[in-house]
């Protein structure tokens, strides 16, 4: 099993910046994919970016493309999502999640093997 550990979520102005980060242990992740999710309330977990942990390649929704940047720290196991001029609709609660299985990068909820605990990100307007 992998657990998740996410940190780093806040208040922040519209056009402000955060970043979050998510710690990894319990296994080796050299075939996983990682990425971010996040659920506003009333409304369903939406993928926001994934990568690849051997390789670096990245992908990203078309509404966070631009502003966020994901990126992975092999050495110290952890996933990083840096939120550039972020939006009162980046509103939500953000999770780490990795996939096992997973063969493309617009990554599922049900390609998720582990999810993180989540983290609140709210963006005034």
């Known amino acids: 099993q992998v657990q998740l550990v996410e940190s780093g979520g806040g208040l922040v102005e519209a056009g402000g910046s955060l970043r979050l980060s998510c710690a990894f242990s319990?296994?080796?992740?050299?075939?996983?994919?990682m990425g971010w999710f996040r659920q506003a309330p009333g409304k369903e977990r939406e993928f926001v970016a994934a990568?690849?942990?051997?390789?670096?390649?990245?992908y990203y929704a078309p509404s966070v493309k631009g502003r966020f940047t994901i990126s992975r720290d092999n050495a110290k196991n952890t996933l990083s999502l840096q939120m550039n001029n972020l939006k009162p609709e980046d509103t939500a609660v953000y999770y780490c999640?990795?996939?096992?299985?997973?063969?493309?990068?617009?990554?599922?909820?049900?390609?998720?093997?582990?999810w993180g605990q989540g983290t609140q990100v709210t963006v005034s307007s």
């Open positions: 319990g296994r080796t992740f050299s075939n996983y994919a």
């Open positions: 990568i690849r942990w051997i390789g670096g390649s990245s």
């Open positions: 999640a990795a996939s096992n299985s997973a063969i493309r990068l617009n990554l599922e909820t049900k390609d998720i093997s582990s």
